[in-house]
């Protein structure tokens, strides 16, 4: 038993650690075109692990959650993108991403097999928009709006999917221990960019 809570915390661990790679939002430089928005969701620790957590708080609810909660997420974060577009002003952009991978966490650490998707289906919604709205604010002048959008909705699905694998897989073997000591770690995460210990 010991041998395996080891095991579980160094994989959580390593889910976690291993995102460092993408250095958080290098310069928020801004480019366009296709592959700068398949690029951009994988600029910074909190949007992976945000999208990460998505896919593993479906796995954590599970039943129907498993399409439905990523697909809320692709959808509203794609409406956040076209209101960015349009002019529309949505406040607390930064700290809403921020907040995502707190609250994100939290939900997959607390969350039952029966848990209702009521209340996860609301907030994935919201913290969607404001994943949509940071990626757009990234795109470059000029560059097509269309292609931006399907780079970063195709890498937001990988991410989705990602977390639903890796969510999947610890189900099999350790009936939800491993995704509840996961979501801990990327909660931690989020405590930390909230109180500013570390940068996003």
């Known amino acids: 038993m010991k041998s395996?809570?080891?095991?579980?915390?160094?994989?959580?661990?390593?889910?976690?650690?291993?995102?460092?790679?993408?250095?958080?939002?290098?310069?928020?430089?801004?480019?366009?075109?296709?592959?700068?928005?398949?690029?951009?969701?994988?600029?910074?620790?909190?949007?992976?692990?945000?999208?990460?957590?998505?896919?593993?708080?479906?796995?954590q609810i599970g039943r129907r959650a498993i399409w439905i909660l990523p697909l809320t997420f692709v959808t509203l974060m794609t409406a956040g993108g076209f209101a960015n577009l349009a002019g529309v002003v949505v406040p607390w952009v930064e700290q809403g991403i921020v907040a995502s991978v707190l609250v994100l966490g939290l939900m997959i650490t607390l969350a039952a097999k029966r848990m209702s998707i009521v209340i996860p289906l609301f907030l994935v919604g919201l913290f969607a928009i404001f994943h949509g709205y940071a990626h757009v604010a990234e795109m470059r002048a000029g560059a097509s709006p269309a292609d931006y959008a399907m780079g970063f909705i195709t890498a937001t699905a990988i991410l989705h999917s990602v977390g639903i694998c890796l969510g999947l897989a610890a189900r099999r073997f350790t009936s939800h221990q491993l995704i509840r000591l996961s979501g801990a770690a990327i909660a931690g995460y989020g405590l930390l960019l909230l109180t500013g210990l570390i940068a996003a």
């Open 4 to 59: 395996i809570s080891s095991r579980l915390a160094v994989a959580s661990a390593a889910v976690l650690f291993a995102t460092r790679i993408a250095e958080a939002h290098p310069g928020h430089a801004g480019h366009g075109g296709l592959t700068a928005g398949f690029a951009h969701p994988f600029s910074g620790t909190d949007h992976i692990l945000a999208m990460i957590a998505v896919g593993l708080l479906a796995v």
